[in-house]
């Protein structure tokens, strides 16, 4: 059985900043790729980042250059720093690892608003 569990959400005003954190427990192939998804009120769920276990990463166009996304492989743990954050920031964050198969987090809040 897998568990992600994240951390890190909260309420920040606009040009903020929040550092969200996932860690992953289970039965977890080595080579797998962690990622986070964000879900706005009334939209689909869509994808933020994700990144390898070999740290090879990638964004989103609407986050580039203000998220970061980085993971301790020691740890299970992946991070997503997120500046310069903006309203249309807020959403349901997910974390998900994919090794073959997907899991899910439960998601943690972030509200961007002053």
């Known amino acids: 059985q897998v568990q992600l569990v994240e951390s890190g959400g909260g309420l920040v005003q606009p040009g903020g900043s929040l550092r969200l954190s996932c860690t992953a427990s289970g039965n977890i192939f080595s080579m797998n790729t962690m990622g986070w998804y964000r879900q706005a009120p009334g939209k689909e769920r869509e994808w933020v980042a994700d990144i390898t276990n070999s740290n090879y990463s990638k964004y989103a166009f609407s986050v580039k250059g203000r998220f970061t996304i980085s993971r301790d492989n020691a740890k299970n743990t992946v991070y997503l720093q997120m500046n310069s954050l903006k309203p249309e920031d807020t959403a349901v964050y997910y974390c998900?690892?994919?090794?073959?198969?997907?899991?899910w987090g439960q998601g943690t809040q972030v509200t961007v608003s002053s």
């Open positions: 998900k690892i994919y090794d073959g198969n997907s899991y």
